[in-house]
Nanobody
Framework: QVQLVESGGGLVQTGGSLRLSCAAS????????MGWFRQAPGKERELVAG????????RYADSVKGRFTISRDNAKNTVYLQMNSLKPEDTAVYYCAAANLWERLLRGMTDYWGQGTQVTVSS
């Protein structure tokens, strides 16, 4: 089992920044590809960013490229999402997720999910 706990969400104005953190406990953190997903009201959950097990590869949704950066610190069992130039359309609940297989992460077929953290961007 892997437990994922997100933090860092909140209310921010358009153009502002937030940094989300996801602390993992349980099985070996470096054995999992990690991702951030989000779900806005009335919309499906979508992949925002993913990072491979040792951080060598990343993937971003087109809507966040150039604004968001995913990173991980395997020594601290933590994955981060730095969000800059935030827009109202970034408002959503953000979830941290872990998957053993990269392709499963990209498809949202993850092994573990966090409880989510709310991000609200005001206009």
């Amino acid at each position: 089992q892997v437990q994922l706990v997100e933090s860092g969400g909140g209310l921010v104005q358009t153009g502002g920044s937030l940094r989300l953190s996801c602390a993992a406990s349980g099985r070996t953190f470096s054995g999992y590809n990690m991702g951030w997903f989000r779900q806005a009201p009335g919309k499906e959950r979508e992949l925002v960013a993913g990072i491979t097990k040792i951080g060598a590869g990343t993937r971003y949704a087109d809507s966040v490229k150039g604004r968001f950066t995913i990173s991980r610190d395997n020594a601290k069992n933590t994955v981060y999402l730095q969000m800059n130039s935030l827009k109202p359309e970034d408002t959503a609940v953000y979830y941290c997720a872990a998957a053993n297989l990269w392709e499963r992460l990209l498809r949202g077929m993850t092994d573990y999910w966090g409880q989510g953290t709310q991000v609200t961007v005001s206009s």
